[in-house]
């Protein structure tokens, strides 16, 4: 019987990646790998986003790679047709980036990406065995080694190491010893998929006009969005480019589980059409049940899971692969730190304090992540809801998740728990801007508003965001400008929100209305309706007297009313005399201030304010149900029973 430090359960993305993290920071571990399959076959999980290419190029040290044998990423780009889904390409709206982002994100070619990986373990003096099916496993207890009995070349063997780590995927071996994983609280969606060959080159379509807007989209993941599903395109460096739907298993009658009906889906959508003209489809898979969930990833007994054997939550905003950079990381801290600790007493005190709080730390990030998730589905066919969200979701992935990444707070758990308060305020604004967009799309879909912006064929630059913050991720010591970016971010995307719930243009951006809607407003009122209006509409109008005032020898007062917003106009009085001129004079510079925009203004007197309310917010919060039209809406809710069934049909036969 071989014994090791550390046998890894799996060859894919999270097995292959964590073997490699530890023998860079522990050259001496004695890893072993074991892969059942035989090969090297495509794989679901193919787009990175910027979090995980840290973990790629900073822990893994895979820059060169990456950069020539996958492609670089070009972002997110979302794509609002028309419900009907009958528009040419060229006139569906979109949100995207204009060039290639700054912090590099990868498209990964999953069958290249795995062969690749283990080679270079191997070369690094990892064991990997491919065609080893693990079939047995005894968890060891207290000081003991676990054993691992797995199947090889027709012969069975028994091996131990002091750590296992499974990364089995969603044939998940450790379920067989635990049962991990619970379907309550998490989105109920499916996907089908195939990878095409000879798809129509995006930057060819169009009008020139049209391809100016942007440059290289297909480099970017390609979202084209109907109700309560989106459709994926992912360019791989083989040729191929991976084509894919999620959807929410609600709404739909039938999902598209098989070939043909994955195509016929596909071909009911023009621009899709017309970019698998002439393409041909390679492979095909669907999956039924996508998510589940786990309250713990690393256990005191030396064992830990990665990847779809710890949890799987969603594919929109790819992030699978940071969930594997957090948990690897984490994985890889203890094993190292158990290795390098002589004395196995002090190194179970600091397992036995570490481990919780990393386990913690995982759920937090997963119900993070779900929430961000949570207020797009419901509005993700209009463009103009979805794509105020979207920028939003990017912005406050740089601002919060990917900056702590990138400056390793994860990796300081006296530093995440010091934070503890800031996530539990964040989750409580985005549930508070879940049920504005809730209350949006009600109202908006009654006064048949809510498609009016799909086909206008707008562009908005998803970088205009983040690009004043982007260089500045990683660094640490900014967390007070970072909270005044984040509350900004929320206050703004609130304000976008409302401004298409009550149908008031540009009430975002006005300048007058950002120094009169502050987070103190939204916090009394977040559900900002039509009855609150009136209120708004009396302070604009004292702001804007008093600054016409300040600016004439006279007094003035201005009245804005709903229609202001439509006429970019406002009515002017004055109680004293004036002339008929000096009142002209005073109307002008009412409507320019009234028509001032801004992009969004730093307001850093919310700081406290949202401190003080993120200090109110009770440690539930971070397990409260993230997808409210579960809590109101019974169309949306599958028994447990039928997530189950169909979470253990998806087992990977073997
Ligand atoms: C529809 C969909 C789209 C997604 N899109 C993205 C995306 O764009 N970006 C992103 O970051 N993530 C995405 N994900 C998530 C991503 O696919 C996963 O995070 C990733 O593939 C998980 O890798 P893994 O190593 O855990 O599993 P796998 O890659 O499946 O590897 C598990 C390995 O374990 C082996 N194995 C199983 N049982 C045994 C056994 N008994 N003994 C030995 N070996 C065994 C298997 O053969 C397999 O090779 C998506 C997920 C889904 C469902």
Known sequence: MQTFDVIIIGG?????TLARQLKLEQPALKIQVLEARQGFASKVGEATVEMTGHYFLKRLG?????????????????FFDSPQHDRPLEQLSEHGTTAIPPHPAFQLDRARLEEDLMQMNREQGIEVLQGAKVVGWTVAEGQQKHQLSYQYQQQEYTHQAKWVVDCSGRHRVARKHQKLHKLDNVPQNFAAW?????????????SAQWRQKAFGRFLSTLHFTGDGYWVWFIPLSGGYTS???????AKFERWPKKQDEFLHFLNQHS??????????LI????????AYRADEFLFRDRWATSGFAAMFLDPLFSGGGDVIALLNDAISQQIVMDFNEPDDDIANQRLAQQVPQYNQMAKEFYQGLYAHIATIYPVLDSAELANAIAAYNTSAYFVEIAWDYMADHYRDLEYWQRKSYLRRGYMALELMLQRQILSARHTMLQQDRYFDRNHEGFFESGADHYKYFVYLMGQSGRDGWRIDLRVKLFTEVFLRITQAKLDLPNLAHRRVVQQCFTLV???KAPLFDEQDLPQLLCRLGEKISQWVSEQSDNEFQVTVERHSFHSNQVVVTSDTDVTQQQLDKAQHLANQLWQQTDEFIAMPSMVPVFLAFAREQPDAI???VVDQRLLFDPAHHHTHEQADTATDDVEVAL
Do not use: C, T
């Open 12 to 16: 894919g993305w999270a097995g292959l």
């Open 62 to 78: 895979l820059v060169n790679y990456l950069y020539r044998r996958h492609l670089p990423k070009n972002g997110l780009r979302f």
């Open 194 to 206: 195939g990878r095409f060959k000879d798809i129509q080159d995006i930057d060819s379509l169009g």
């Open 243 to 249: 084509v894919g739907i999620v959807g929410e298993q």
């Open 271 to 280: 621009a899709i059409k017309e970019l698998l003209h002439g393409a041909e």
């Open 283 to 290: 492979d095909f898979e669907a999956w039924g049940q996508l």
């Open 521 to 523: 407003d939204i916090l």
């Open 622 to 624: 971070m397990d409260s």
